[in-house]
């Protein structure tokens, strides 16, 4: 038995362990910006951004008042990434463009661990820049995440590079691609989708990959990292497992509405895919003499506004989620959002995003954002209260420590082995600054006051005491200039 098999066989092993209950929380992104359902107690937090995770916790509380939270603001993302477009400032609003496709950590993570945002990886709209990761960085053809690397944060790590999908699509290595969507398991393989129709060389002969199609790459073609990171690839090993033809059927047969309430009648583009490990696995002959095992897959597509999620069962048709189905059945009126954790745009007219990234996955949510993500205070300096942060947070009381950023970004301190649910990573040098009580899940306390001529960075993250071990929030920071 060689490498490769061997992770294969150990990963399958624990995947079978886990697929007998899926994760009771979803990982998602949106196409536009949305609000929270549940309005996150007036807080910056209810803002939605498409660069922005969200989370779903489905087992959290009653269906009635189940809603999309913030889990990875873009201040956390700013403080893992660094001034990573060289403007000397940490803020970038615009970072990522969006987030368009989300996978979940190593499948060797144990499950009662989940994720954080060190270990899920995600796929860019737009490159982020590469003054503190160096080249490539994370492109748009790339699933990737931030971790730190020696004295530096803001590093990439990737989960299965551009040239890689280009080498199983059979195309040269360089050619820029964007990928909409992906999945995994070891025991199939990478599934994935393209933002534009691209020409491949796939196992299956030269083909026009559609945008709305589903590739797949086989286990068989694959080798592993330890972690179980995309370590080789076969040359023109993909295989499209769905045409964008049969997506567009898949979706008429779901008999789904949009945010107007029109029944859809297809896809367009494949936006998300997750694994539905509670569904059947199908036997697939895309060709001749070549056999895939595929699972159930759930996806969402470009036309699926109001934020619906379809499932490959029965041929296509609504997923049900914890809390019901994840869409409006056509001659039923418009699919609001509500069901994927967002407001409707008003009584007769649904959200206006589709589900642009998905994943499954179990994970704590603890979280800071500043009000205002930079204070200009030079030369007179800003009072306290100049600006408010925003905390959400699982535990009632919250201690939030302060660090002065220099202009490099700081490498952060493993917390492990504390923190073991939420952020993973303590950024030192700091100090203490205050306490503040979370009452409903949120709170807010101030901004320090800002001493004339200052200028730099301040980083805040909050920890709070649970049980004889500590759990740290996300960090936030905000540039003073």
């Given at each position: 038995?060689?490498?490769?098999t ?41 803002f ?33 990434a660094g ?6 400032s940490?803020?970038n ?22 994720d954080n945002?060190r ?13 503190i ?32 999908f ?20 070891p ?8 933002d534009?129709?691209t ?29 179980m ?13 769905y ?8 979706v ?14 297809n ?16 036997t697939?002959v ?42 409006t ?23 206006p ?10 994970a ?5 954002e ?25 535990y ?14 700081p490498?952060p ?38 001493p ?27 540039d003073?200039?």
């Amino acid at each position: 038995m060689n490498h490769a098999t061997t992770h294969r066989s150990f990963a399958f092993a624990l995947l079978c362990a886990a697929a007998s209950a899926q994760s009771p929380d979803f990982l998602l992104t949106y196409s536009q910006p949305e609000l929270t359902r549940s309005g996150s107690a007036g807080t910056v937090l209810r803002f939605l951004q498409p660069n922005e995770i969200a989370q779903i916790q489905w087992l959290l509380g009653p269906c009635s008042s189940m809603s999309a939270e913030k889990w990875a603001p873009r201040t956390c993302f700013h403080a893992m990434a660094g001034d990573e477009n060289a403007d000397g400032s940490y803020w970038n609003p615009a970072i990522f463009g969006s987030i368009d496709a989300l996978l979940t950590g190593p499948i060797l993570t144990p499950a009662f661990l989940g994720d954080n945002q060190r270990t899920v990886f995600w796929s860019p709209s737009v490159a982020m820049g590469t003054n503190i990761s160096g080249i490539p960085g994370l492109r748009p053809g790339d699933v990737g995440r931030i971790v730190p690397n020696g004295p530096l944060d803001g590093q990439v790590q990737y989960f299965m590079r551009q040239e890689q999908f280009n080498q199983a699509l059979g195309l040269p290595p360089g050619t820029p691609i964007d990928i909409d969507a992906i999945a995994f398991s070891p025991q199939f393989g990478v599934f994935f989708s393209l933002d534009a129709d691209t020409p491949a060389n796939t196992a299956c002969g030269p083909m026009l990959v559609q945008d709305g199609a589903v590739v797949m790459v086989p286990n068989f073609a694959l080798t592993y990292t330890p972690d179980m990171r995309i370590s080789t690839v076969l040359p023109n090993s993909a295989v499209v497992l769905y045409t964008e033809a049969q997506m567009d059927a898949f979706v008429v047969n779901a008999q789904v509405t949009d945010r107007f309430g029109a029944c859809i009648a297809n896809a367009v583009d494949t936006e998300a895919l997750d694994i539905d490990y509670t569904g059947p696995i199908t036997t697939y002959v895309p060709c001749s003499g070549l056999v895939v095992f595929a699972p159930t897959l759930i996806f969402a597509t470009e036309t699926m506004t109001g934020a619906s999620l379809l499932t490959t069962a029965l041929g296509g048709s609504i997923y049900n989620t914890p809390c019901g189905p994840a869409g409006t059945s056509c001659s039923s009126g418009p699919t609001f959002g509500p069901q994927m954790g967002i407001r409707p745009t008003s009584t007769t007219t649904g959200a206006p995003s589709h589900v642009n990234a998905l994943c499954s996955t179990r994970a704590c949510r603890y979280v800071l954002e500043p009000q205002q993500h930079v204070l200009n205070a030079f030369p007179t300096g800003l009072p306290a209260g100049s600006t408010n942060i925003d905390i959400a947070s699982p535990y009632a009381w919250n201690f939030v420590f302060v660090t002065f950023v220099p202009p490099t970004v700081p490498s952060p301190f493993p917390a492990f082995p504390f923190s073991m649910a939420c952020f993973p990573d303590f950024y030192p040098p700091n100090i203490y600054y205050m306490f503040t009580p979370t009452v409903g899940g949120f709170s807010t306390f101030p901004m320090f006051s800002i001493p004339p001529l200052t200028t730099g960075k301040v980083l805040f993250q909050s920890l709070a005491f649970v049980g004889s071990s500590l759990e740290l929030s996300t960090p936030a920071i905000i540039d003073v200039q």
